[in-house]
């Protein structure tokens, strides 16, 4: 008779067989027991298992150490697809992945600010219906859909609470996703899943703390603590976008009076844009006739084509950045800041008035050098982190 115990174990060496193999990329049998300590036998048992259940494929032979050659093992690509979801506030991005993380279809499209919830979750269920049709012939077909939600999310029942941005209060998401397409989701808070995304994909990966910022309409902060990330005691850490920075400030979306995201995010760059067009600033690039076409993207390539409002704008911008940055590192020290979403994409303008900030006025740093980077996935930060929502499930629980 096999107990729950032994179940329990048996499910824990898979795991860590799966694991190891990702890790490792290509690696023998014999290469898996002496990495992981796991019995020769066991180890065999185990990878026919995830071979049979088409997760782990053999390559061939690798070169011998005496003894006959092994064999060779890698993930199966080929096992399955997954399909995240970056749902953003001005646009939603969806791609389909192969089990390793290789995008194999993508495709974003804008939504207008404050656009009717209905239509906004019709543009999502939408986007995942293409990725499925898009998605090639697997062992496992589509293993699993993963959403990142800019708002607080309850992430163990996909429910989300609120969403400010989106002025979304108590939305069953997970619970629509999966009805409509009979598919395992996974909905979790856009910053989380950037977090997450950068530890699996990302720059994050040889770090066990660094915390991640997503810098967009908002401003929202995933959490890694000893190579996991951090949720709080009910699972909403991280809304560092609505500390208060200011008592004196004009009302957030959220409710609050003076939080960081009124003053660096892309909300508050276009705030900047228009006060400086409307005291009469302008340059060959914006005028007061472009107001109303701008947005962070327009703002960031005409700085990048020398408009001198434009970078004054996201000097700005890099600034107030700066000044939340401070606060985090002195709060958690980790080894890095990672920034995402939109804003990093102007990385050669506000990320030396981020390190100029933070050097003149973080406390820490003067002691422990943190690392400050932009996010190397860019743009693709949330939907990978979507992805990785639904990979790392699949490698704790290969049976799921």
Request: charged share 25%; glycine share 12%.
């Amino acid at each position: 008779m096999v107990t729950a115990d032994q179940l329990l174990v048996k499910q824990i060496n898979k795991s860590i067989v799966l694991n190891t193999i990702r890790k490792k990329e290509v690696i023998s049998r014999a290469g898996i027991a002496e990495f992981t300590g796991l019995n020769k036998s066991t180890v065999s048992f185990l990878v026919d298992e995830l071979i049979k259940e088409g997760l782990v494929k053999e390559i061939g032979l690798g070169e011998s150490k005496g003894g006959r050659k092994p064999i060779m093992l890698m993930i199966n690509d080929k096992g399955g697809c997954v399909i995240g979801v970056d749902l953003g506030v001005n646009y939603i991005l969806s791609v389909l992945t192969d089990l390793v993380g290789n995008v194999l279809w993508e495709k974003k499209i804008d939504i207008r600010l404050g656009e009717d919830k209905e239509k906004v979750i019709g543009l999502l269920m939408r986007l995942i219906e293409e990725a499925m049709e898009n998605a090639p012939r697997t062992v496992n077909g589509i293993m699993g859909i993963g959403v990142g939600v800019p708002g607080i999310v309850d992430y163990r029942k996909g429910l989300v609470l609120m969403a400010p941005n989106l002025k979304w209060k108590d939305v069953p998401l997970k619970e629509m996703v999966e009805e409509r397409f009979k598919i395992k989701v996974y909905i979790d808070n856009e910053a989380n899943v950037g977090a997450v995304g950068e530890k699996w994909f990302g720059i994050g990966v040889e770090c066990s703390n660094f915390i991640y910022v997503s810098a967009g309409i908002g401003i929202g902060t995933g959490i890694i603590i000893n190579g996991a990330l951090y949720r709080g005691a009910s699972g909403l850490a991280g809304e560092i976008g609505h500390v208060t920075i200011n008592i004196y400030d004009e009302l957030c979306n959220c409710g609050n009076i003076g939080c960081w995201e009124n003053y660096a995010s892309e909300r508050a760059l276009l705030d900047y844009m228009r006060a400086q067009l409307k005291q009469g600033k302008q340059d060959d690039y914006i005028n007061s006739e472009s107001i109303g076409d701008l947005n962070a993207l327009r703002i960031i390539d005409f700085a990048h084509k020398g408009s001198n409002i434009a970078i004054e704008g996201l000097k700005e911008i890099g600034r107030n950045l700066g000044i939340g940055i401070v606060n985090l590192i002195n709060i958690f020290n980790p080894e890095m800041v990672i920034i995402g979403n939109t804003l990093s994409l102007a990385e050669d303008i506000i990320l030396p008035e981020i390190l100029d900030e933070v050097s003149k006025k973080c406390f820490i740093y003067k002691y422990h050098d943190v690392k400050i980077r932009t996010s190397k996935l860019n743009f693709h930060a949330g939907a990978m982190g979507a992805v990785s929502l639904v990979i790392s499930k699949l490698f704790a629980h290969p049976e799921f």
